[in-house]
């Protein structure tokens, strides 16, 4: 390699995989520097492909024809391109348009990209295995490893990339049908077997180019099935074509009575891939063998041959290699994490589509389209504002009312919209765990930002169950005034705002410093002793072993909890939620992690719940009726042996079988070593799977950070009340400044009387310019 201002100027570069991504890379390369020497190996022989068409959306269009204008004119000449999805459910088809997607056969793409690595003088070896990278390696300058899902080239070095591979509960099948569809298609159909859906898009018009393309077209279908599912219709024993022509008949009327047609299809599992680093000295990952995202929401196509795109740029701006493979990893790698989010969550959305079913079809359809989290209430407002029209005049949303400002009954209360100030932990309180003025003017803030709840801190039930020495308390009269003053400003200066209370005890997790001088780290002196379900620090060597507590010290709990409850009652708080989540002590109890016990408190599902229910039951007796109680949980531990997904649904049921009037749906938190998968709205699948399983009503909280978020899980049905945190921190008028960038002024958000002249986002800049009218050229 000589120096310059670009890696490998004149260089030898080996592409081990001659798939769409591989070859892109190979024409990139090549028309940057035609002094290179650009390889590229490929088992197969030219016209064998898997698969049938490919989706490339614009972004990725236009990247492809600022690189190389020669590609991207003989992809324009050839794709196929729609802008309508058609959901089709119970022999009802809705359509959403304004999505704009273009598709080609997988087979026309290769030969296109094989011409192009042609004409540019790429070397391209056909029914020939590539030599293992590491050989490559000795007398290439870069060998790019597009070797696809299965790479060898990433099994040989796993030691190095480190790949973590997730395999998910769905079987599916690629096919083709010999008819373009007019639109992207999702069917779901009901069998006696259970839920099958098809995906279907087309990728070549009549008589056009493609595998399986005739006079009518050809669309790729995907059939996709959970694995129960796939196995109950007999698909997994008989022959892959006998479940191929049960798959036509099941879709016969969207097929038109046409066949389907395989090419070597087989039934799989989708797996996820990831690496924990995508090179090594001067070997790079590409496309599925660096990363897959699940097809319902676009092909690894399209990630390929945007990491070319990538890769050659950093090739071209950074003198070094070891710079450009760096900035490359870089420049992909949140881009591709943040598409294996919204996939993951695409998939499971699937995964569980079942559950969905019985939705209002337009509630079913938005849903769908809204599952990755990417297509939102907003932008599918711009898009097809006529479909959303529909889908909130079904869900009985007034005309200009975003749904997060419509109404909740929750119990005897009533909301007036579906925000929620979710509890957060201020660590402010005196020693003695009185709330003080931080606290009125704390809560008091938020209860004039138009919020429909606004809900304290966890409020700890006893001096032992606090976490740190800054949290507040409900076990004195003191406190019982304290919080009456709160309670009293928001209901007289923010009528129609109510305010919540979150009771809990601390367990194992309690005697700590305050936050921001030391999270989860022990008190430097002053310490109490700490209870829980069982005698486990939380972290090993670091936090105080607990007590475990006996049967009698378990009754003198409850009590605590009862007398909290009363003085809450009568300190004027609306609602009341239990805190079982996040490893305090009732949460301690549900989880297998931190419950070891062999008594009745114990073991089973069955026995680690009897406790928080003999909590929930005591405390419900106590609190007046009318007002709701809720209970929030840990839905996951992201810890493996712990709570699950399913356990957490079999909590919900129990809660809510005992009188709960909701479920606020968390997660983690329990153990030191969780492994949880952030992301924009992470948690609220889980409340999802709850709400639409158990039918209880549920709040959905974490990383919901925008008022289209709100709307988007409002108006799917996944959530009934939305909790925000660091939002309100940050804004504690983010409620009626959400209503305000949506032009709301209506019911669900009134401001306060002294607030109302700032009820208008104020102007930013010069408005008085004059327009420009008139531009006369040359």
């Known amino acids: 390699m000589t120096?310059?201002?670009?890696?490998?100027?004149?260089?030898?570069?080996?592409?081990?995989?001659?798939?769409?991504?591989?070859?892109?890379?190979?024409?990139?390369?090549?028309?940057?520097?035609?002094?290179?020497?650009?390889?590229?190996?490929?088992?197969?022989?030219?016209?064998?492909?898997?698969?049938?068409?490919?989706?490339?959306?614009?972004?990725?269009?236009?990247?492809?024809?600022?690189?190389?204008?020669?590609?991207?004119?003989?992809?324009?000449?050839?794709?196929?391109?729609?802008?309508?999805?058609?959901?089709?459910?119970?022999?009802?088809?809705?359509?959403?348009?304004?999505?704009?997607?273009?598709?080609?056969?997988?087979?026309?793409?290769?030969?296109?990209?094989?011409?192009r690595c042609r004409e540019l003088g790429v070397r391209l070896r056909f029914r020939t295995e590539a030599p293992p990278?590491?050989?490559l390696a000795r007398d290439h300058d870069l060998v790019i490893a597009a070797d696809g899902v299965h790479s060898a080239t990433r099994g040989a070095h796993a030691d190095v990339f480190r790949p973590r591979l997730t395999t998910h509960r769905c079987r599916y099948i690629w096919l083709s049908a010999g008819l373009a569809f007019d639109a992207f298609r999702f069917e779901i159909a009901e069998t006696e077997h259970g839920v099958v859906q098809l995906h279907g898009?087309?990728?070549?018009?009549?008589?056009?180019?493609?595998?399986?393309?005739?006079?009518?077209?050809?669309?790729?279908?995907?059939?996709?099935?959970?694995?129960?599912?796939?196995?109950?219709?007999?698909?997994?024993?008989?022959?892959?074509?006998?479940?191929?022509?049960?798959?036509?008949?099941?879709?016969?009327?969207?097929?038109?009575?046409?066949?389907?047609?395989?090419?070597?299809?087989?039934?799989?599992?989708?797996?996820?891939?990831?690496?924990?680093?995508?090179?090594?000295?001067?070997?790079?990952?590409?496309?599925?063998?660096?990363?897959?995202?699940?097809?319902?929401?676009?092909?690894?196509?399209?990630?390929?041959?945007?990491?070319?795109?990538?890769?050659?740029?950093?090739?071209?701006?950074?003198?070094?290699?070891?710079?450009?493979?760096?900035?490359?990893?870089?420049?992909?790698?949140?881009?591709?994490?943040?598409?294996q989010r919204a996939a993951r969550a695409s998939l499971e959305w699937f995964e569980d589509l079942a559950q969905y079913a019985d939705q209002p079809p337009y509630r079913f359809a938005f849903n769908l389209l809204t599952r990755s989290r990417r297509v939102t209430h907003d932008n599918l407002r711009l898009r097809d504002p006529g479909f959303v029209a529909a889908v909130e005049e079904e869900a009985g949303v007034a005309p200009g009312t975003p749904p997060m400002f419509t109404p909740f009954r929750l119990g005897g209360l009533s909301l007036r919209n579906r925000v929620v100030v979710s509890?957060?932990?201020?660590?402010?309180?005196?020693?003695?765990?009185?709330?003080?003025?931080?606290h009125l003017v704390h809560l008091g803030a938020r209860a004039l930002g138009g919020a429909g709840l606004v809900m304290t801190e966890m409020v700890c039930v006893s001096s032992q169950g606090r976490i740190t020495p800054g949290c507040t308390g409900l076990y004195a009269p003191e406190h019982e005034a304290a919080w009456r003053r709160v309670t009293d400003f928001v209901h007289s200066s923010a009528p129609g705002t109510a305010i919540g209370v979150q009771l809990g005890h601390s367990g194992r997790k309690g005697s700590t410093r305050l936050m921001w001088e030391g999270i989860d780290q022990p008190l430097p002196e002053g310490n109490w002793p700490l209870v829980a379900a069982s005698a486990l620090p939380y972290r090993e060597g670091v936090n105080q072993v607990p007590h475990a507590l006996t049967a009698a010290e378990l009754a003198g709990v409850r009590e605590d909890f009862v007398r909290a409850a009363e003085r809450a009652a009568r300190a004027g708080f609306d609602l009341l939620e239990l805190h079982c989540a996040h490893g305090y002590l009732l949460s301690g109890f549900l989880s297998p992690l931190t419950n070891r016990r062999t008594d009745a408190y114990g073991g089973s599902l069955e026995g680690r719940l009897r406790f928080p229910l003999e909590v929930?039951?005591?405390?419900?007796?106590?609190?007046?009726?009318?007002?709701?109680?809720?209970?929030?949980?840990?839905?996951?531990?992201?810890?493996?042996?712990?709570?699950?997904?399913?356990?957490?649904?079999?909590?919900a049921r129990a809660f809510a079988a005992h009188g709960a009037d909701a479920i606020d749906v968390s997660t983690g938190q329990v153990v030191s070593d969780e492994q949880p998968a952030f992301g924009r709205s992470y948690q609220t699948p889980f409340a999802d799977r709850i709400r639409n399983v158990v039918g209880v009503p549920v709040i959905a909280v974490g990383a919901?950070?925008?008022?289209?978020?709100?709307?988007?899980?409002?108006?799917?049905?996944?959530?009934?009340?939305?909790?925000?945190?660091?939002?309100?921190?940050?804004?504690?008028?983010?409620?009626?400044?959400?209503?305000?960038?949506?032009?709301?002024?209506?019911?669900?958000?009134?401001?306060?009387?002294?607030?109302?002249?700032?009820?208008?986002?104020?102007?930013?800049?010069?408005?008085?310019?004059?327009?420009?009218?008139?531009?006369?050229?040359?």
């Open 3 to 115: 120096e310059g201002g670009a890696a490998l100027r004149g260089g030898r570069i080996a592409v081990i995989g001659g798939g769409p991504g591989g070859l892109y890379a190979a024409v990139l390369l090549k028309r940057l520097d035609p002094g290179r020497e650009v390889t590229v190996w490929e088992r197969n022989a030219p016209d064998d492909t898997f698969g049938f068409g490919v989706v490339l959306s614009d972004e990725t269009l236009g990247g492809i024809e600022q690189a190389d204008p020669v590609v991207h004119e003989a992809l324009r000449r050839e794709y196929v391109r729609w802008d309508a999805i058609d959901i089709v459910h119970r022999g009802r088809t809705l359509t959403s348009g304004g999505h704009g997607f273009a598709a080609i056969g997988r087979r026309r793409l290769l030969q296109l990209l094989h011409a």
């Open 133 to 135: 990278a590491a050989v």
């Open 423 to 438: 509890p957060m932990d201020m660590y402010s309180a005196g020693p003695d765990g009185t709330p003080g003025d931080f």
């Open 704 to 778: 919901i950070s925008s008022w289209d978020d709100v709307n988007s899980l409002v108006l799917a049905g996944r959530a009934d009340l939305c909790a925000l945190a660091r939002p309100h921190l940050y804004d504690p008028h983010w409620t009626l400044h959400a209503a305000a960038e949506q032009g709301y002024s209506g019911p669900g958000a009134p401001w306060p009387a002294p607030y109302r002249a700032g009820s208008r986002t104020p102007p930013t800049g010069r408005t008085d310019a004059p327009k420009q009218r008139l531009s006369l050229g040359g």
């Open 201 to 339: 898009y087309p990728y070549a018009r009549a008589s056009g180019h493609g595998h399986a393309a005739g006079p009518s077209g050809a669309s790729t279908v995907i059939v996709e099935a959970h694995e129960d599912v796939w196995r109950r219709a007999g698909w997994e024993d008989c022959p892959v074509e006998e479940s191929v022509e049960q798959c036509a008949k099941i879709f016969s009327e969207a097929l038109g009575g046409r066949p389907l047609l395989s090419n070597n299809s087989a039934w799989t599992a989708f797996r996820t891939v990831t690496n924990a680093r995508w090179s090594q000295g001067n070997t790079v990952l590409l496309g599925d063998a660096a990363h897959t995202a699940h097809f319902s929401i676009g092909s690894g196509t399209k990630l390929a041959v945007e990491d070319a795109l990538a890769l050659a740029a950093c090739l071209e701006e950074h003198a070094a290699l070891p710079d450009a493979l760096a900035a490359y990893e870089a420049e992909r790698r949140p881009v591709v994490e943040s598409t």
């Open 616 to 651: 929930f039951d005591a405390v419900r007796a106590v609190w007046p009726d009318g007002r709701p109680m809720t209970v929030r949980i840990s839905a996951t531990d992201w810890a493996a042996g712990g709570t699950t997904a399913e356990d957490a649904v079999e909590i």
